[in-house]
């Protein structure tokens, strides 16, 4: 279904309808639903959230504006007209409180209820709707903080209100500072889409006990508590199909690692899957935010079907970021868009047509409007063909995508030789083969639905709950009970609060990681731990792990310095009722494996006859040679000369070079 910006639950709904319609059962027959989201992603992008208020420590309400002084990496680096992102807060809403707690959370200062009282009073007559809270070491104590929440609650009970202690309570005032500020300017507006859309779920007659919400780390969460902490839902788009991925491959023979390649209307996502897991971390920095929780490695850059290509100042070509959305969308959905996108420059290429609709046959491209639209805004002025200036948006295109390839891949120590790229999204199995040819992968594995891979992700996908500990001391000086206690505390706070959500005894499991890092460094890596360690050869393993991974990531390790411990994660994880990876296959009447045309289509720097194959026709083992173009429902596949497409398990598509 088409998204309905401003009002997603519309679409969430009519897609339900029409499914129960067509499958002839009731609404009351769901008694399951998980939702991934942009919501919360796009108020980042659109500065859509709420007027957020911040309280800190008095004498340090310049943290959040200096940060961590870093500068922007690649193009932004050498931009003489490069703008820092606003403040999510400005600081005319930041108040101090008078307080002070030390390092090892103890009270040097203590708290002042009256400078509390006042922060509120002015933060309430600025109109706020939501306040952050972030308060020296409240990670080590975090009472001064909870007795904010309480003063707002008497005060101001209408302000929504996040603590750092709560969001992420670990080290780096900065980045929990961040992540609390985030937090606080997403809640609102998370909250009100996901109960509007559990009140649309109910007035259809849905409403399912078992109604979750993906988050970045790659599980779900209840309806509830994705309202609470919206931080974790700013990956909540992508994160489904990386875990489709993981389980789709995990259930394959022979294929363990894949660089994950999911390409839609604005944006491709990328990320990597080694041995069958994903690549995971504890902080990252989304869409110029950084936020301190845990989330799958996403590398997201701004390429996508709808994506518009434009000539700068200087008389060059562009792809990006700028977007046609779905509405109006690209000049061949005869919406109203005039504007040239990737996809426009795919339909003028012949490798997308009009004779085979998209979205299940519900929109026919318009190939005369693509060519009128990239003749006006880039041939024109270029003075080039439009063939030519097609041509060179896709390459660019690619280029862009490829990058993030590399940011996932070999820019972190990882051989792309020993990797397929995994192609979904409405458009990743149309530049897939060529992308994976040019960066020399072992090939591309192209899922039965691409266009819905994501969906099936959310049906793969378990609740999962991090907590974290940090706990600076040097590894050779960490006891096992010292450690042990550490991920108990955790693990049992984590078992009681899934406990509470209703899930049995029987469902729930943890898994158990630390962050390490060398005496004087300021980083840290994750090590993941099969159980905890309870042994002093467990820790001394954990030391070589730790070197090993090192290396891996840098080129270099230094066995001879001393390790630090820094943290102690635990995820408390919750099964739920999941779905297959060996999802059905396309059916059709007809498996003949034959054409069902012939089309003319710019492949390899020429126009080739370029047979069109219907994948539906395909049977198991079926063998297609390049070129070629597979066409379904949901996306297109092309195979480029050089390169076989194969039936694989589950009826997938393996595409490789011959």
């Keep these: 279904m088409p998204s309905t910006r401003g009002h997603e639950a519309d679409g969430i709904i009519d897609g339900l309808r029409a499914y129960i319609e067509r499958s002839g059962a009731q609404p009351s027959d769901v008694v399951f639903f998980a939702h991934g989201t942009t919501v919360g992603t796009n108020g980042l992008l659109e500065g859509a959230g709420a007027r957020t208020g911040l309280i800190v420590t008095e004498g340090f309400r310049g943290v959040y504006e200096i940060g961590e002084q870093s500068r922007p990496y690649g193009t932004s680096m050498y931009d ?22 030390l390092h090892d959370g103890s009270v040097l200062v203590e708290f002042d209820e009256a400078s509390a009282r006042a922060a509120i009073e002015r933060l309430t007559a600025h109109g706020v709707e939501s306040a952050a809270v972030c ?73 399912p006990k078992q109604s979750y919400v993906m988050r970045s780390n790659g599980g779900v969460a209840t309806f509830a508590a994705a309202a609470k902490r919206s931080v974790q839902t700013i990956l909540s788009g992508p994160a489904a199909g990386v875990v489709a991925a993981s389980r789709t491959m995990a259930a394959s023979q022979g294929i363990a690692n894949v660089v994950t390649f999911d390409m839609g209307g604005t944006s491709t996502d990328v990320a990597l899957i080694q041995n069958g897991e994903p690549v995971r971390r504890t902080s990252g920095n989304v869409h110029g935010r950084d936020v301190l929780v845990p989330m799958l490695d996403i590398h997201t850059v701004a390429a996508g079907g709808g994506t518009l290509a434009w000539i700068d100042v200087a008389g060059g070509l562009r792809v990006g970021p700028q977007s046609a959305g779905a509405q109006p969308g690209p000049a061949c959905y005869g919406r109203g868009g005039t504007l040239p996108t990737v996809t426009d420059a795919n339909v003028v290429l012949g490798l997308l047509s009009g004779d085979n609709a998209l979205a299940g046959g519900t929109l026919v491209l318009d190939r005369a409007a693509a060519e009128d639209a990239i003749r006006r805004a880039i041939a024109e002025p270029l003075g080039i063909p439009v063939i030519e200036a097609a041509r060179g948006i896709v390459e660019i295109v690619n280029v862009q995508m490829e990058e993030a390839i590399k940011v996932v891949s070999s820019n972190r120590g990882y051989d792309l030789r020993d990797f ?207 070129p070629a173009i597979l066409v379904q429902d949901d996306a297109t596949t092309v195979v480029h000369a050089g390169q076989t497409a194969r039936v694989v398990a589950f009826g997938q598509l393996e595409i490789r070079s011959t």
């Design 80 to 101: 003489l007209f490069y703008e820092k992102l606003p403040p999510l807060v400005p600081p005319r809403l930041t108040e101090e409180v008078r307080e002070r707690v």
């Design 420 to 626: 397929h790229l995994l192609a979904y999204g409405g458009a990743g199995p149309l530049h897939a083969a060529a992308l994976a040819r040019d960066l020399g992968m072992r090939g591309v594995i192209v899922p039965v639905y691409p266009g819905a891979f994501s969906a099936l992700g959310l049906l793969l996908s378990d609740v999962r709950q991090d907590a974290v500990i940090s706990d600076l001391v040097a590894l050779d000086a960490v006891t096992v009970e010292r450690i042990g206690a550490s991920f108990e505390q955790l693990r049992a706070a984590g078992e009681a609060d899934l406990l509470a959500q209703g899930f049995a005894a029987a469902q729930l499991r943890s898994e158990y990681a630390v962050d390490l890092r060398y005496i004087g460094q300021g980083y840290e890596l994750t090590i993941p731990l099969a159980d905890i360690p309870r042994s002093t050869d467990a820790l001394a393993e954990l030391r070589l792990r730790f070197d090993e991974a090192h290396a891996v990531l840098t080129g270099h390790a230094a066995p001879d310095e001393r390790v630090e411990l820094v943290n102690v994660r635990v995820t408390s994880v919750a099964t739920v009722p999941q779905a297959s990876p060996s999802s059905a296959r396309p059916r059709s009447a007809e498996r003949n494996g034959k054409p069902i045309a012939v089309r003319e289509a710019y492949l390899d720097e020429q126009f080739v006859a370029t047979p069109v194959y219907d994948r539906r026709h395909l049977d198991a083992d079926a063998v297609v040679q390049g």
């Design 135 to 207: 308060l020296l070491f409240a990670f080590r104590n975090a009472a001064h903080e909870r007795r904010i929440l309480e003063l707002f609650a008497e005060f101001a009970p209408h302000i929504d209100v996040s603590l750092s202690s709560d969001v992420a309570p670990e080290i780096r005032e900065y980045y929990r500072l961040s992540t609390a500020v985030v937090n606080a300017y997403l809640n609102p507006l998370v909250r009100r889409y996901i109960e509007a859309l559990g009140a649309r779920l109910a007035e259809y007659g849905a409403d």
